[in-house]
């Protein structure tokens, strides 16, 4: 059997994503990847009795499910730049030396989560379909199954999506830059 290679220098040639619209990731085939991220929720608070209905749910949801589904956990940078920029205005404003003294304690704790690359974990569950029909209802299906399940969840947006493919392709660098065309 031989070996097929790719040839092109160009990611956009060997990645099958055409567009992200309408929380949706539109392959080249005509398939849509769609989904539902899932609030995180620390189910290791509540009482064990309560802790064992939320897992027999789950367990019993990813049972009932008749379709492929992927798991997906992405971390998603967090900015506090806005919240530090605020710390710091009230600071310069504060004249009692006790409160300013707080506010520069939050500040280098702000200064630690930023320096350390702090991320927030978002839970997802994606699944690939044709069918737009099929597609509202997998998605009816698996947030009323979480719901049952003690957790909420909501349709992926664009942004979702994007963070995502970020995550898997750029080992969860954000790109910010435009496309890069050249003329050879």
Not at 1 to 17: C, F, G, L, N
Not at 35 to 53: A, C, H, M, T, W
Request: proline share 2%; glycine share 4%.
């Amino acid at each position: 059997m031989a070996k097929t290679q790719s040839r092109s220098r160009y990611t956009e040639d060997w990645i099958p994503v055409q567009s992200i619209s309408s929380g949706m990731i539109l392959l080249n085939t005509q398939e849509k990847v769609t989904g539902v991220k899932i609030s995180p929720r620390n189910i290791f608070i509540l009482d064990y009795e309560s802790q064992q209905s939320i897992l027999a749910n789950l367990r019993n949801m990813y049972n009932q499910l008749d379709f492929e589904f992927w798991l997906v956990v992405a971390d998603r940078p967090v900015d506090i730049s806005v919240y530090m920029s605020q710390l710091q205005l009230l600071y310069n404003q504060e004249a009692s030396p006790a409160i300013r003294k707080l506010i520069a304690e939050d500040i280098r704790k702000g200064n630690s989560f930023m320096n350390n690359n702090v991320v927030d974990t978002e839970y997802y569950i994606l699944f690939k379909e044709r069918d737009l029909d099929k597609i509202q209802k997998r998605i009816r299906t698996l947030i009323n199954a979480l719901a049952a399940a003690g957790l909420s969840a909501k349709q992926t947006s664009n942004e979702d999506l994007r963070i995502i493919l970020d995550n898997f392709l750029n080992g969860g660098k954000t790109t910010e830059f435009g496309t890069v065309v050249t003329t050879e």
